[in-house]
């Protein structure tokens, strides 16, 4: 799962843009109230861009899928079957 939580309130949609393999590799969410969440599965780690759009604005990141696992669960370490997938998708 991918979610983005902004401190900035005018952030209307987010756009995931996920690896060439996948049938529809740009996700869109756009409710805040659900953090603009997408259920994604992966074989493996690669990078994804995520695009927040904000007003006429749009903030762009890119990080590896393993990345932003660790940075969405931050007790990852201590979660045995969390940091297990985690390792898993980091060396696949």
Known sequence: MLSLESSN?????????????????????DDPNESFTV???SYG???I??????G????????????L????H???KRNSAIKEAIDWIKNN
Request: a negative charge; proline letters at 4%.
């Open 56 to 67: 006429s604005r749009v903030y762009v990141q890119r990080a590896a899928l393993s990345d």
């Open 9 to 29: 309130a005018n952030v209307e949609s987010v756009v995931y843009n996920l690896h060439a393999t996948y049938d529809d590799p740009v996700v869109e969410a």
């Open 69 to 72: 696992l660790k940075e969405g």
């Open 39 to 41: 259920e994604i599965t």
């Open 74 to 76: 931050p007790d990852w």
């Open 49 to 54: 861009r995520v695009e927040a759009q904000a």
């Open 45 to 47: 780690d690669f990078d």
